[in-house]
């Protein structure tokens, strides 16, 4: 069960043409709860619709979170226009997108908004003196946000790649080699994901970290076949209709995993299969999790699975 805290947009600011940053502070206390770098909240705006966003500021400061948000749909423009002093609801943060504890190095590729997560996760390992790099790519200056922020925080360890100055980020050159205690993150979106993985391919499962800003659109997880599946635990069948998404049946026979995003990017609602062929649609399982894994948010099967519920 999520725990819905009431949150108030103390401040707001375009930092690009197409992103605000807003500033949440807890409605009632005077601190919001502790979170590693690199989480997120899922927002519920007051129309009900529901937003992942990653929280995009320093986890030591205890009294306000930012997060940035691209204007691209419904909910991100509801945000855009939402007036300073709007009551929001957020859940406590979830992790699943951070730093691994004990790298000796850190090698980061953000696209455009891609660079918020990195936002919260640099700030502890740049005052542990870790070893860090960030490579921001974006199609132009003007169009990705906080840069002025990021440099000040990495100074050379940032290493812009923006389209408008014909610098161009070559992943397959940047990853050939993987060191032991190297880890590489990513976060942008799923063409940028696509080209980090195939740089990786060869890097330890472990040592890569990848996480889209954008999830699927509702209308991607709850559309396609019908299917079935079967709870190996139980031995319940549960049926999966051509408009509903896997998450929603598994709710509705109370044995749902926790969710967070419902889009595909976040990997909470993820379950283990046992045996049939499951159609992926997420934006988060690396290639060897596919293989016993799936979200249940977004993804499909075909014909009957077996989840180890
Ligand atoms: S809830 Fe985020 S991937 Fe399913």
């Known amino acids: ?6 949150v108030t947009v103390a401040d707001a600011r375009m930092a690009t043409p197409r992103v605000r940053v807003l500033t949440l502070r807890h409605a ?24 992942a966003y990653s929280i995009a500021s320093d986890p030591a400061r205890e009294e306000a979170w930012d997060i940035a948000v691209l204007r ?3 909910g991100s423009s509801i945000l855009h226009e939402l007036p300073v002093g709007s009551r929001l609801y957020a859940t406590h943060p979830q992790a699943g997108f951070g730093a691994a504890a004990g790298a000796a190095r850190h090698v980061m590729v953000a696209g455009g908004i891609g660079l918020t ?8 390992l740049i005052r542990a003196g870790a070893d860090a790099t960030l490579h921001l790519c974006a199609r132009e200056e003007g169009s990705a946000p906080l840069v002025a922020e990021t ?8 290493v812009t790649w923006f389209g408008d100055a014909r610098r161009r980020l070559d992943l397959a050159a940047l990853l050939a080699g993987h060191e032991p205690g190297t880890h590489a993150y990513c976060c942008g979106p799923q063409r940028m994901l696509e080209a980090f ?3 990786t391919a060869h890097w330890p499962d472990e040592a890569i970290h990848t996480e889209t800003f954008l999830g699927l659109a509702p209308e991607r997880a709850t559309s396609g076949e019908a299917f079935s599946v079967r709870l190996a635990r ?20 109370g044995v749902a995993p926790e969710a967070s995003c419902e889009g595909g990017a976040c990997g909470t609602c993820t379950v283990p299969v046992l045996a049939g062929r499951v159609v992926h649609r997420d934006l988060c399982l690396s290639g ?13 099967g075909e014909g009957e699975l077996i989840l180890d519920l």
């Open 1 to 6: 069960m999520r725990v819905l805290m009431p």
């Open 28 to 51: 009632r206390r005077d601190r919001l709860p502790p979170f590693q770098g690199g989480a997120h909240t899922l927002l519920t705006l007051p129309d009900g619709t529901k937003r």
């Open 72 to 74: 691209e749909g419904h």
């Open 117 to 124: 997560p990195f936002l919260s996760m640099l700030p502890p």
């Open 151 to 158: 440099r000040v925080l990495l100074g050379e360890r940032l």
């Open 197 to 199: 993985r195939a740089a």
């Open 234 to 253: 139980s031995g319940v069948t549960l049926d999966v209709p051509a408009n509903r998404s896997l998450l929603d049946v598994l709710r509705e026979a």
């Open 288 to 300: 060897p999790k596919r293989a016993r894994m799936m979200t249940t948010c977004v993804s499909r």
